[in-house]
């Protein structure tokens, strides 16, 4: 936790250094250059189509630099320091602010990005104190996904609500084969899969050991001691639980739609999906936003920057969106591609649904939600093998307060 935090003071140094000091390097005048995750190759793929169609569209050739999600960040870092930054970040929404709070990224309306159309939430997701630094093509939550023929022989209705889904997740559990699997291991995965739980139930980040939080830690406890849970379930990533889901050895799970793709190539598998159930009836499923944001590094040449505000208005365009989404099974930003996705994915409605009420990670602690989903994964750690939820919580507490 403290070396982590020690990490990111130093990140807001570096960011600030490089923005401050300018553009270091000699750049070809009509080839940029974005920087992504998109190491994927079908995700590679798509990028650099889209990227082929909005280069012609504006005279200039766009090249992708891919590293893996955990790398970005870093390798942001030492291309900040030695004044060798790319034209365009594609960060990861909740490590945004790192960069927008030390000045090293600049306001995309001052480079004629606009918001209309697109729901607050998706601002927020995007914005480090009210300034509009990331342009997201398209986002992400989690859902519940349910067997559909496990469900049926067992005479089990799609839950709704934290009991009917505690009873039915009991009802499952049998041959080896448990109700439900989320993850809950000490990463941002776990933190992630949480949060629907702790939102939907009225808690917030900013007060980890209130009652509300405590509750849905609690929760979390009840099905792991019902058996509905594997107790791996401290170790696994949202992969690994999508696949346990696959490999038939849970009936359920929490997951998001990135695991489409892949759950579709097994024929034999026919899945449903549906909101996260609430505590009450009639409550909202209040998940979190997830997905990455496309940014303008502050280089120090103007012109380059205002050219890369053009790049990533194209890519973000409402048309490349829809193309986007369609293509990963995210939900599009903006709201009239949604419409129309929703339109061409009716199986994944549901999924729109929750996106509409989803909220930002990083819309009210910005750079600090860092200490806060540390200090979650250890309290995840803590109670899932033996500590009371409360004291958990209050240690976290303490952690996101103290920075360690």
Not at 87 to 111: K, N, R
Not at 189 to 212: A, I
Not at 311 to 340: D, F, G, H
Request: overall charge negative; hydrophobic content about 40%.
């Amino acid at each position: 936790m403290s070396k982590r935090f020690t990490s990111l003071a130093t990140a807001s140094v570096l960011v600030a250094g490089a923005a401050l000091a300018g553009c270091g390097q000699q750049r070809d005048a009509d080839v940029y250059t974005v920087m992504n995750s998109s190491t994927d190759e079908s995700y590679h793929r798509w990028d650099a189509e889209a990227m082929a169609r909005c280069g012609e569209r504006l005279g200039v050739t766009i090249e992708q630099q891919s590293v893996p999600a955990a790398q970005v960040m870093t390798k942001a870092l030492r291309m900040a320091s030695s004044k060798s930054l790319p034209d365009i970040v594609q960060f990861d929404a909740s490590e945004m602010p790192t960069f927008a709070e030390a000045g090293g990224l600049v306001d995309l309306g001052t480079l004629g990005l606009s918001t209309d159309g697109i729901p607050e939430g998706i601002v927020e997701f995007g914005s480090y104190e009210g300034t509009y630094y990331g342009a997201a093509r398209s986002v992400n939550t989690l859902a519940l996904f349910y067997n559909k023929d496990v469900l049926d022989e067992a005479g089990v209705r799609v839950p709704t609500t934290w009991a009917q889904l505690r009873e039915a997740a009991k009802q499952l559990t049998r041959d080896g084969r448990y109700g439900l699997a989320l993850s809950a291991g000490g990463a941002e995965d776990g933190v992630f899969q949480f949060l629907p739980f702790m939102w939907s139930n009225g808690g917030d980040e900013t007060d980890l050991d209130d009652p509300k939080v405590v509750e849905a830690l609690d929760y979390w406890k009840g099905l792991l001691t019902d058996g509905s849970l594997s107790k791996s379930t401290v170790n696994w990533t949202q992969a690994d639980v999508n696949d346990q889901f696959m490999a038939g050895n849970a009936a359920m799970m929490v997951n998001g739609p990135w695991q489409v793709e892949t759950l579709n190539g097994d024929k034999s598998l026919h899945w449903g999906l549906a909101p996260i159930p609430v505590p009450r009836a009639g409550d909202d499923s209040v998940g979190p936003l997830g997905g990455a944001v496309l940014t303008v590094p502050n280089t120090g040449d103007e012109e380059r920057e205002r050219t890369a505000g053009r790049i990533v208005a194209c890519l973000s365009s409402e048309k490349e969106q829809l193309t986007y989404a369609l293509n990963s099974w995210m939900v599009p930003a903006n709201a009239r591609a949604a419409a129309a996705w929703r339109e061409r994915v009716p199986e994944l409605d549901s999924l729109a649904d929750q996106v509409a009420v989803a909220r930002s990670r990083t819309a009210q602690l910005g750079a600090g939600w860092s200490s806060v989903s540390l200090a979650l994964q250890s309290a995840f750690q803590s109670a899932l093998t033996g500590q009371s939820g409360e004291s958990a919580l209050k240690r976290a507490q303490q952690r996101a307060t103290s920075g360690n």
